[in-house]
């Protein structure tokens, strides 16, 4: 059999001029492509700011901070009693057996100071042999006459002002331990902060 040229091809089952069952397949339009989503962007954020820098360089006796505000220990903590010279400040806590004194210059705490009510030799070598567990022998810069040479006779100078027992730890470049007895100060256990006390030092020997 043959196919006229130009006649349509039929499907199998179609009848010369029927249109096309609708169970036969036909050809389906593409499907539109979707729109790329837009991002919405996200709103713009300062940058992170850097934590302020604490200004204790050591605590002391759990109460004080060396390098700290002076002026905010004075609100936060009313002392005992105040001395102020200038730029100086000195807050006075009673603290039963012990004395503290918070030395302030130009607003800032340099140093901390207890003095012990009890000044024995046996006081001494107690805090002594714990400053030394902690932080090791130190070093020691006491000077006392010849005479005495054992424990009894350096406490004798002391007391007569003519020894002084001072043992000195420097745990870090910013801070130092001072383990002292004289006549003038008693016992005393002072934490220092070596910058603002050679400030003050310097202040001092300019006359300010």
């Known amino acids: 059999m043959f196919v006229a040229a130009g006649a349509p091809i039929l499907a199998v089952g179609q009848v010369p001029g029927q249109a096309p069952s609708p169970t036969q397949p036909r050809a389906q339009a593409p499907a539109p492509v979707p729109a790329p989503a837009t991002v919405a962007s996200a709103p713009a954020q300062a940058p992170a700011q850097a934590p302020a820098k604490d200004p204790c360089i050591k605590q002391v006796f759990g109460l004080y901070c060396l390098g700290a505000d002076a002026n905010s220990l ?3 903590h ?3 009693n ?3 010279d200038g730029d100086r ?4 806590y009673d603290q039963g057996q012990e004395q503290d004194y918070v030395m302030a210059f130009r607003g800032t705490i340099y140093k901390v100071v207890r003095q012990f009510r009890v000044e024995t030799q046996l006081k001494f070598q107690d805090l002594y042999n714990q400053l030394r567990e902690k932080y090791g022998p130190g070093e020691d ?3 006392f006459p010849g005479y ?3 424990p009894a006779s350096r406490q004798g100078s002391i007391r007569r002002g003519d020894g002084k027992a001072i043992h000195v730890w420097n745990p870090a470049d910013t801070w130092r331990i001072e383990l002292t007895w004289t006549r003038e100060f008693g016992l005393t256990l002072a934490y220092v902060d070596n910058a603002r006390d050679a400030e003050q030092r310097a202040s001092v020997q300019r006359g300010l």
């Open 74 to 76: 004075l609100r936060q």
């Open 78 to 80: 009313p002392p005992t």
């Open 82 to 84: 105040q001395e102020r």
């Open 89 to 92: 400040l000195a807050l006075i």
């Open 141 to 143: 810069r006491s000077l």
């Open 148 to 150: 005495a040479d054992n």
